[in-house]
């Protein structure tokens, strides 16, 4: 880990007036209300923070004891400094923890509860990484300079020169029908039948999760998740009162065995997947998997939410099976977004179902916020009406492939293990060897926003592995950064989990 200058450390006063001791204080603090250092962590060693920021043990120590009596930290005899449990501090007064910060997913079979479910200190930092991308090799989306602010402005160009009187409106639950009509077009490309009625736009696919949970889940069901796999829906689904239990990966795949186990002993609501390049270990399903699963579905009758986010990413001929294709929308209900191929804040995506479930859907839509944003979503049909669009997908996915081996081999030669060789996407899943939450606290040290393995698992159990983003992993200082890290870690013994 590179020192950080005392002068550097953020505060909410001017350093030169407080002791190395209160600027030291105040370093732990922003750190642990931020989540780098998480409940339950080991702090830095008095000895390594001491070389690293250039300060005597003895301010160390001094510092670390002022965290114990504010209650940041626990002191234990012999092993040292750790992050107390279940924390929130603001100013040194108790404050209660957000309801949105975290979570319980209970989908163990012993019913112990599992750690709390926090992503809020990676959200928060990754909108300090967004102008710096490259320093990002944990974001989930790929860097501005890839995207094409020029489809994204001419088409609101275009739209400008439209009486602005069609924008004055509240809009159609549903959403713009043009864009419903355009997606169903896109849809039948993928032998997918849908009409327009079986199409609600939404404001992207966290949106789409939380309307599907409302109607859907009830306190006490059981929702089938992959382990690992995205995490911010772990949260949306516990607060519904679900029981999250996570299905395993191998290198090809869902383990289906496992699949079949947990829908016998647990009879799931819903099962969410992504069925191609899924997040994060980059797998897509064959077709033999993707039948599979439909037969489970029927047997135990649950749902399939199929989250196909990053399928713009997938160049024509992938070997990738969706499971809409199979089904045409009776038991499986299909998300997609254009969020991860024009931009980040451009809200707009959309559930294809059934039209019993489209018509709930709308309806819940209309209940927590009425309308999505129509201009958002007359911006998008122009995007996809104008011809460019299919161009500007083919240049991401070359772009993605110049770099995806460049980065495999930096992670390798930095002593990571990748879970599998995916040949589209923009995600590899690694092991790193060591303690994924401690390599991300000391990342963030770094400069780098890095993700951990703990954050995809419905449980946040202790693990090895991370997820790199192959489009920010360009940073020349990442691979020597990576390297001391784990090498350090090696020559002191091996991973502290």
Not at 129 to 146: F, I, M, Q
Not at 436 to 465: I, K, V
Request: with cysteine.
């Amino acid at each position: 880990m590179s020192a950080v200058p005392l002068d550097q450390i953020p505060a909410p006063h001017d350093a030169a007036t407080l002791t190395l001791v209160d600027q030291l204080v105040q370093w732990g603090r922003r750190r642990i209300e931020e989540r780098v250092f998480r409940p339950g962590m080991r702090m830095p060693s008095i000895r390594k923070l001491a070389l690293d920021k250039g300060v005597s043990r003895f301010t160390v120590v001094e510092a670390y004891e002022r965290l114990v009596a504010q209650g940041y930290l626990d002191s234990r005899r012999g092993s040292g400094f750790y992050v107390r449990e279940r924390l929130a501090l603001v100013a040194g007064e108790r404050a209660p923890a957000a309801a949105g910060a975290s979570a319980r997913a209970d989908g163990n079979a012993a019913g112990a509860a599992p750690p709390t479910i926090d992503v809020v200190w990676l959200l928060r930092n990754m909108l300090h990484t967004s102008t710096r991308p490259e320093k990002g090799p944990g974001l989930g989306y790929l860097p501005a300079r890839w995207l094409d602010g020029e489809l994204l402005t001419g088409a609101m160009r275009s739209l400008g020169r439209q009486s602005g009187t069609q924008l004055l409106g509240f809009g159609s639950p549903q959403g713009f029908l043009p864009l419903r009509q355009q997606l169903q077009t896109r849809m039948a490309e993928l032998e997918i039948g849908a009409t327009p009625e079986q199409i609600v736009l939404v404001s992207g696919i966290t949106q789409a999760i939380d309307l599907l949970a409302r109607i859907y889940v009830q306190p006490g069901d059981t929702v089938v998740v992959g382990d690992p796999a995205w995490f911010q829906m772990f949260g949306r689904f516990a607060s519904q009162g679900a029981r999250l239990v996570g299905m395993p990966y191998t290198p090809e795949g869902p383990d289906l065995d496992a699949l079949e186990a947990l829908v016998e002993t647990w009879q799931p609501k819903m099962l969410v997947i992504n069925s191609v390049l899924q997040n994060p270990t980059g797998t897509s399903l064959t077709a033999a998997q993707a039948f599979r699963i439909l037969r489970l579905a029927e047997q135990h009758d649950f749902i399939v939410v199929e989250d196909d986010i990053y399928g713009d990413l997938c160049p024509a001929g992938y070997p990738a099976t969706r499971l809409a294709s199979l089904d045409q929308l009776r038991r499986v209900i299909y998300l997609g977004s254009f969020s991860k191929t024009l931009a980040p804040n451009l809200r707009v995506g959309y559930i294809a179902s059934a039209p019993d479930v489209a018509q709930a859907v709308a309806d819940q839509k209309m209940l927590v916020g009425m309308t999505s944003p129509e201009l958002n979503e007359r911006v998008l049909y122009r995007v996809l009406t104008e011809g460019h669009y299919r161009r500007h997908v083919e240049r991401l996915r070359a772009r993605l492939d110049g770099v995806r081996d460049k980065a495999a081999r930096m992670l390798e030669r930095a002593g990571c293990r990748l879970f599998s060789a995916p040949g589209a996407g923009m995600f590899l899943w690694a092991d790193t060897g060591v303690d994924a939450d401690a390599l991300t606290a000391a990342g963030h040290e770094a400069g780098f926003l890095l993700t951990p393995g703990s954050l995809f698992s419905p449980h946040q159990s202790p693990t090895t592995w991370m997820r790199f983003n192959i489009a920010n992993c360009g940073d020349p200082a990442l691979p020597a950064f990576l390297g001391d890290y784990l090498g350090g870690v090696e020559r002191r013994g091996g991973a502290q989990m």
